[in-house]
């Protein structure tokens, strides 16, 4: 599993792909060209101080390596935190990737609008 390091990477994804919100995590999925799956994390200001940004980070990242063996190939995923997101725990986000991963590669592009 490789990581979106690129701005214009993370820009793509937001334009074109497919999204899904929940009020803990908001999940971009778009295919790529490769045969690898793309994952990328990103926080904002909004979330608090930088601790707390890298907290929520940790969160996701270690809930993404539960669901590693379960992410579709081909795809770039963006993983956008939210400010609840620094108070669960990576156990309580696994349930929530797994759903947005199962809506979003099966529908069509666009198709998660909200």
Request: contains cysteine; proline residues 3%; hydrophobic residues 35%.
């Amino acid at each position: 599993m490789k990581t979106i390091k690129l701005n214009r990477d993370f820009r793509r994804c937001y334009s074109k792909g497919a999204f899904l919100s929940h009020g803990a995590l908001v999940t971009y999925a778009r295919k790529n060209r490769g045969k690898e799956t793309r994952i990328g994390i990103t926080t904002s200001k909004k979330i608090g101080n930088a601790v707390q940004r890298n907290r929520a980070r940790r969160i996701i990242r270690a809930a993404c390596r539960e669901v590693g063996a379960e992410f579709p190939r081909g795809y770039d995923l963006v993983f956008v935190a939210r400010h609840k997101t620094i108070f669960l725990k990576s156990t309580d986000l696994v349930p929530v990737i797994r759903q947005h991963l199962a809506k979003l590669t099966t529908a069509g592009p666009r198709a998660g609008k909200g």
